[in-house]
């Protein structure tokens, strides 16, 4: 393999990492069609280059025998050469309409924010149908365009809930300062995928992925809570005495 082929393996290698991550290298190795000792070795370099780090995931109650899998996830360092450029300039201008128009100037460039990624997103979502999962998908497809590396994920058995993820922020280190920009954002997939979402971890917030927790089932428990109530309007009324 030539250094221009290993080159773009590795950066394959390091993509799918910070899209998918916290992953383990024999997942990498099935989705690249590569040999885990390959995906390994590409592993071992993108930790010698502090590209990657190990992840510890939250203990499930079952234990394997055995040396355990570790899993990877991307470091902020990998995440500057993912196109985060202008973030000094951004800073200072948000700093600058800060001391001008005070929070309220903030809040207004954010909700402003908000507002363009809603009528960036609101066709794509729209074409996808009512479903909220359906709708997250979607939606998901369109921020990975945009460079968000968004994947959507099950909760349990993903009945009631899942979860969008995004490995990457292109204003990751601006919404560290101006977290106004994480919370406009949310209430913005609230109203592209019509459920009540919950913001659970952000990347400006120092965790490895922004999740954000999306209720799939509350649409079908809406229906059902208003044809119970329906059912009940409707059933004779007993007057006392007869």
């Known amino acids: 393999m030539s250094q221009t082929d290993d080159d773009s393996t590795r950066s394959r290698v390091l993509d799918l990492i910070a899209e998918k991550g916290p992953v383990s290298a024999a997942q990498l190795a099935k989705v690249l069609g590569l040999t885990p000792a390959a995906v390994r070795r590409h592993i071992t370099a993108l930790e010698q280059a502090g590209q990657i780090e190990a992840h510890a995931p939250a203990a499930n109650g079952k234990r394997r025998r055995g040396r355990p899998a570790r899993f990877y996830v991307a470091t902020p360092d990998a995440r500057t050469t993912f196109g985060e450029g202008y973030s000094e300039l951004a800073n200072r201008a948000l700093s600058y309409l800060s001391q001008v128009g005070g929070e309220k100037a903030i809040d207004s460039f954010a909700a402003s924010r908000g507002r363009d990624l809603e009528r960036r997103y609101m066709p794509i979502v729209e074409a996808a149908g009512k479903d909220p999962a359906d709708r997250a998908r979607a939606l998901a497809d369109a921020l990975t365009l945009d460079g968000y590396a968004a994947t959507v994920r099950d909760?349990?058995?993903?009945?009631y809930a899942i979860q969008l993820c995004q490995g990457h922020c292109p204003v990751r280190d601006v919404a560290g300062h101006f977290h106004e920009l994480c919370d406009a954002e949310t209430r913005t997939f609230a109203r592209l995928l019509g459920v009540p979402v919950q913001r659970l971890a952000t990347l400006a917030g120092g965790e490895h992925v922004c999740t954000t927790h999306v209720p799939i089932a509350m649409p079908t428990l809406r229906k059902r809570a208003v044809?119970?109530?329906?059912?009940?309007?409707?059933?004779?009324r007993v007057t006392e005495g007869k």
């Open 155 to 159: 909760v349990g058995d993903g009945t």
């Open 227 to 236: 044809r119970a109530a329906d059912q009940r309007s409707r059933r004779p």
